[in-house]
């Protein structure tokens, strides 16, 4: 089978695992604002303020979610006459999100310490984050400049593909490969608690690629062994799938339950509610598990998939560099 053959029964493959894993997808993180939201909504903010504080504290939160729990936190903070808070939580929103603001009609409790927000972040200068990168063979050196007046950025993450490295600081270094093709990298600022901060892309130009010598000698070796081939990686990705569709599923069932058990609270104690929140967590975590490891096996399953060879050539040529013996693998 031709290279081009597989790359695009590669890409069905991974198109397809995707298409099973998207939509089940549970955020615990997420489920936390909903709720938040509701609980605002129904005029219990003590409740609220917990809920966006789990959130906030369990990390994870793309840009977008942060900004909207900062948002929620300020909005919740101000209701509770905790003017000082609610601006603290705002100023955070401001610098996440430069284009934020109230909705006309805000509560003087909300839109006053919204305005001194405003002021502050002005004071301040704004939060601005640019990424630059450097390469040195299929190694490349992702370096962070950025202006962060209350120093929320505490380390920073890049990737290129399945490929991933985090590290704390501005700086991280990150294996890409490939040194004779440009490679885009994904590069992320952390908050303390792992929440994305702001999102960048920059690409690692490519290097020049180096002509081999014609071989002197050639022999061949097999395909790769049956534990690391594609279809046993395939497997364990719809495996996990599936898994973590259960598990989303019982997520949405506990949801259910939840409003249930608050549309008749007089009739259930507090005791009951916490332990069905504490199941939804719980089974939110295992779904998300499920969803990454569906995720990862199906990158390996596509990577093994399209490097396996029909024949792998082994080369040896004279004369190399030095006047040694070069050894040179064609797949």
Do not use: C
């Not at 615990?28 to 909903?34: H, K, Q, R, S």
């Not at 908050?191 to 690692?204: F, H, I, M, S, W």
């Not at 081999?212 to 395939?234: C, H, L, Y």
Request: net charge negative.
């Amino acid at each position: 089978m031709s290279r081009a053959a597989r790359l695009a029964i590669a890409l069905v493959v991974a198109l397809a695992t995707a298409a099973a894993v998207a939509p089940g997808r549970a955020r615990a993180d997420v489920a936390l604002l909903d709720r938040a939201q509701r609980a605002v909504d129904e005029i219990d903010y003590e409740a609220a303020r917990a809920l966006v504080g789990q959130a906030l504290d369990g990390g994870g939160l793309t840009t977008a979610e942060l900004a909207r729990a900062y948002r929620l936190a300020g909005e919740i903070a101000g209701a509770l006459d905790d003017g000082a808070g609610a601006r603290d939580h705002f100023v955070r929103w401001l610098l996440v999100d430069p284009g934020a603001s109230l909705p006309d009609g805000s509560s003087p409790k909300i839109a006053a310490p919204f305005a001194e927000a405003e002021a502050e972040v002005t004071r301040l200068g704004g939060f601005r984050v640019a990424a630059s990168v450097t390469r040195d063979g299929d190694t490349a050196t992702v370096t962070l400049e950025a202006s962060d007046p209350l120093g929320m950025i505490t380390s920073v993450r890049a990737r290129a593909g399945t490929n991933e490295a985090i590290a704390a600081g501005r700086t991280v270094e990150l294996v890409v490969g490939a040194p004779d093709a440009p490679v885009e990298l994904v590069v992320t600022a952390l908050d303390a608690r792992g929440n994305e901060l702001a999102v960048r892309r920059v690409v690692a130009r490519a290097e020049a690629a180096a002509v081999p010598d014609a071989p002197a000698r050639t022999t061949a070796s097999g395909r790769f062994p049956t534990i690391v081939r594609w279809p046993t990686w395939t497997v364990v990705s719809l495996a996990s799938a599936a898994a973590g569709g259960y598990f989303a599923y019982r997520v949405g069932q506990t949801e259910d339950e939840l409003a249930a058990l608050n549309a008749d609270s007089e009739a259930h104690t507090f005791d009951e509610a916490r332990a069905l929140q504490d199941r939804g967590d719980r089974d939110a975590r295992l779904a998300n598990v499920g969803f990454g490891v569906a995720a990862v096996a199906a990158a390996v399953a596509v990577i093994t998939f399209v490097l396996e060879p029909d024949d792998t050539e082994v080369a040896v040529r004279a004369g190399g560099a030095g006047g040694g013996v070069d050894a040179v693998l064609r797949f």
